[in-house]
DNA sequence: AGCACGCCGACT
DNA sequence: GTCGGCGTGCTC
């Protein structure tokens, strides 16, 4: 007997194991990696077939059948049913939840119960007969409870019978194809058309033109003039046949500009050679490609992966969500045209699952796209590629918590092939391995295009105090952004607002508006005039008065972009600025409106957050003005100095990329700051060696790997009691090689009317670890759970908020 | 997660 | 006496 291992559709404990099901001898397109439907318990759900065997422990009285296969084409490979196994074990989490991630949304399944009456109308009682008045099929969950009671009442007795209905969230796309006769039978039709039927002769006149061709209806409709019925008659009379065809969703057709090739610098070159050679061998390598801003990483990676195609396989490459721009994309469309497929969050989901089917069907080679792209179901990979390795994007915030780069590395080993990180500032982690000889580093120093690195200044904002200048922007920066107006050249404003937003405090009490429900403060925005938490949603009016003290000087404090817009138009009064920011860039596709506006020269100033510091490319922007550059430095983090530098550095590449020369100004109250000062000088090298010796000091990453066991409650009591007997667990389980740090609280005890504490373990071998963890995972399924805790475990934490 | 089974308090 | 509360346990 053929069994197949099914992992069901239920992200629970209970059920995060492979159940057996029997299947029918004539069902031979049940692959590993088929999505099935099977009865389970009393109800009908979606599963994937994870392995196949001939024969099952289960009682064949409890075994059954699978009643459905869903798709012809396995949805997973058996690459990534495997790959999910191993992130379910390494991420803590359900193999369902992993197996989920690696499909587009769109085929999401969504349930619906149903309630049939299987009896006539008139043999109901009135009060059933009334609710399936209108149909005989009723959606159970939009009954009313009584009716709901009615409902189970009479399926006891077999008046009604209850069914799941599946629905894949968002459907293959088809359109109605017309298949047009020969020219004989065309003539023939015409001697049978009426002499009054006008529009049927005028809609046989045109078919006239296309004897023996398929062609689309809507076409057809538009360039006959004629309506869905005309054709319909021809349908039904058997004059010409239709057809359903399956059609992808049109996305952006329009810029298809030839890009064209470029010859390599000497050190592109060695670089690209070091790639090619792996991919030559077919060898699973990781390389870190270092290479300062600017200087042609991405035509290492086209080139790169113009080799993979020669050699028939596929590459997947990764770009930051914000730097997935039309600039981007087109770039590699332009050099592979349509053998690449584009997958990132503008998208919507049919065109997502559109470009997902074009992967799996082998249609495309080449997958640009975000962080799941990670997941394309290619089965040749030839290449992986990270770009701007270090971005803290590449690590999925919720379950499953995967990060790309491990994703990658392990998938590159699957399929005995190179991966390539790149980066300007690479990951400490990263930068530490490829010391150590785990990566293979690749350095570029140059610029190709003879474009010098920018002058970097930082003016010391303390200093602008002592001499009477309290606005946020200094002297040298309203200098330089006058003189770059009078040339005609184009300015970037960049506000590191990390953890620093406007907050309001009493001047006389030192109140700050605080959110009732989370430990933190409330932050001011001025577009609607309210106070909101950006962590729980709560959202106030601005008081007129101290609440405490009754004061009526209550002030912000702090920058948030719209301020920064308003101060520097009360110093600047006719300059012209975009602000790129939440507010101003919620709306689909503006982003990329106001970029495009600024491409054009429509605004002197781009003025934005974390959002503009990537990709963008254009040749007028002469300065780069940063107005907090410390801001990030305050947050109690182990990544803040990182962050800050690799945020420094990004910007600053942002100004003179062509034949301008670009000036750098940053503001800072920290002028001293190693971060700072290192960044001023791009020296990634020197901020490592520093940085090191700050995470070997405090034992953080890369001197140790951390997972850090988040856990809540809404009583403080009951999350002590909890965090203390998980720090006891892990200590008695856990052999000395692991240090377990607290419990404390976390650095935002509080969030929702929740207290949080957290752990954290450091380690730097493995050992036991995972089983530790799961058996923590499994007390808390079971027991704790009930007392309405929450615990979460983040592998590699990227910040400990 | 759903859904059923099962064992104790408040209603027709 | 029955309806229904949610604790417990199971799903191939």
Redesign the pocket.
């Known amino acids: 007997m053929k069994i197949a291992q099914v992992i069901v559709d239920?992200?629970?404990?209970?059920?995060n194991r492979?159940?057996?099901?029997?299947l029918n001898e004539d069902a031979p397109y049940v692959e590993i990696g088929s999505r099935v439907k099977?009865?389970?318990?009393?109800?009908d759900v979606i599963g994937y077939v994870v392995g196949l065997k001939e024969d099952?422990d289960?009682d064949s009285a409890?075994?059954?059948?699978i009643s459905e296969v869903v798709d012809y084409r396995p949805a997973l490979t058996e690459e990534l049913v495997e790959l999910a196994q191993h992130l379910a074990h390494h991420t803590i989490c359900y193999e369902i939840d992993a197996l989920q991630a690696m499909l587009p949304a769109a085929m999401r399944t969504s349930?619906e119960?149903l309630v049939v009456a299987t009896v006539p109308l008139e043999q109901l009682s009135p009060a059933l007969r009334d609710i399936f008045e209108s149909s005989l099929t009723q959606s159970f969950d939009s009954l009313t409870p009584v009716q709901q009671?009615l409902c189970?009442d009479a399926a006891l007795v077999g008046e009604v019978e209850?069914q799941?209905s599946m629905k894949q969230q968002t459907t293959i796309k088809t359109e109605r194809v017309l298949h047009i006769p020969s020219l004989e039978r065309l003539r023939q039709i015409e001697g049978e058309l009426s002499n009054r039927a006008h529009k049927q002769k005028q809609l046989l006149a045109y078919l006239m033109n296309y004897p023996n061709e398929a062609l689309v209806e809507k076409v057809v409709r538009e360039e006959a003039d004629v309506a869905g019925p005309t054709i319909q008659t021809f349908v039904t009379a058997g004059y010409i046949e239709r057809s359903e065809r399956e059609v992808y969703r049109e996305i952006d057709a329009s810029q298809m500009a030839y890009d064209e090739k470029l010859a390599l610098t000497t050190e592109q070159q060695r670089a690209f050679e070091a790639v090619r050679d792996a991919i030559d061998a077919s060898r699973a390598e990781t390389f870190l490609l270092h290479g300062i801003t600017g200087s042609g990483k991405t035509e290492v990676y086209l080139q790169a992966i113009e080799r993979v195609l020669e050699r028939g396989e596929q590459a997947i490459v990764l770009v930051p969500e914000i730097a997935l721009t039309p600039q981007m994309t087109a770039r590699f469309k332009g050099r592979f045209g349509d053998k690449v497929a584009v997958m990132h969050s503008a998208l919507s989901q049919g065109e997502k699952y559109d470009e997902w089917r074009k992967i799996r069907r082998g249609e495309v080679s080449v997958v640009v796209g975000a962080r799941s792209a990670i997941f394309a179901p290619f089965t040749n990979l030839g290449l992986l590629i990270l770009d701007e390795e270090h971005e803290s994007t590449y690590k999925q915030e919720d379950v499953p918590r995967y990060h790309a780069r491990d994703v990658a590395i392990w998938r590159g080993n699957y399929h005995q092939c190179p991966v390539l990180l790149g980066s300007a500032t690479p990951a400490l982690e990263s930068f530490a391995r490829a010391q150590k000889g785990v990566y293979t580093l690749l350095s570029m120093t140059e610029r190709p295009k003879q474009s010098a690195l920018p002058e970097v200044s930082v003016v010391d904002m303390r200093e602008e105090l002592r001499t009477g200048n309290r606005s946020m922007y200094s002297h040298a920066l309203i200098q330089a952004i006058r003189e770059r107006m009078e040339r005609g050249e184009q300015i970037v404003l960049f506000l590191n607002r990390r953890g620093f937003a406007s907050f309001m405090l009493c001047r006389d009490c030192g109140t700050t508006m605080q959110c009732p429900h989370c430990d933190i403060s409330l932050t001011y925005h001025r577009s609607v005039e309210r106070l909101k938490c950006h962590y729980c949603n709560y959202e106030t009016y601005v008081p007129p008065k101290c609440p405490h003290c009754e004061s009526e000087s209550m002030r912000f404090f702090g920058t948030g972009t719209q301020k920064a817009e308003v101060e520097l138009k009360k110093v600047i009064p006719d300059i012209s600025v975009i602000r790129m920011d939440v507010d101003t860039t919620s709306r689909k596709g503006a982003h990329e409106k106001l970029l495009s506006a600024f491409g054009r020269g429509e605004a002197q100033v781009l003025l934005g957050t974390q959002m503009i510091a990537k990709g963008l490319d254009f040749p007028n922007i002469t300065l780069v003005g940063v107005l907090a550059a410390d801001s990030s430095l305050h947050l109690a983090d182990f990544r803040a100095s990182e962050r800050t530098f690799q945020l420094l550095t990004q910007v600053s590449g942002r100004a003179g990329r062509a034949h301008l020369q670009g000036e750098v100004i940053v503001q800072t109250y920290a002028p001293e700051h190693y971060s700072i000062q290192l960044a001023k000088q791009q020296q990634y090298i020197p901020f490592y060696n520093v940085e090191m010796q700050m995470r070997k000091r405090f034992g953080y990453p890369p001197m140790f790997y951390i997972v850090a066991l988040q856990l809540s409650h809404a009583s403080l009591e009951k999350v002590i009691h909890y965090a203390n007997q998980t720090a006891r667990f892990l200590r008695q389980a856990l052999d000395d090689s692991f240090i377990i740090v607290g419990p404390a609280p976390s650095l935002i005890s509080r969030v929702n009317d929740r207290y949080r504490y957290q752990c954290l373990i450091k380690y730097k071998a493995e050992n036991n670890l995972f089983d530790v963890l799961h058996q923590l995972m499994h007390m808390y399924r079971t027991k704790w759970m009930?007392e309405h805790l929450r615990l979460s475990i983040q592998m590699e934490p990227q910040s400990l908020m």
């Open positions: 239920v992200s629970t404990y209970a059920v492979p159940f057996d099901y029997a099977v009865p389970f318990g009393r109800r099952t289960v409890k075994l059954k059948l349930y119960r009671k189970k209850f799941t009930k």
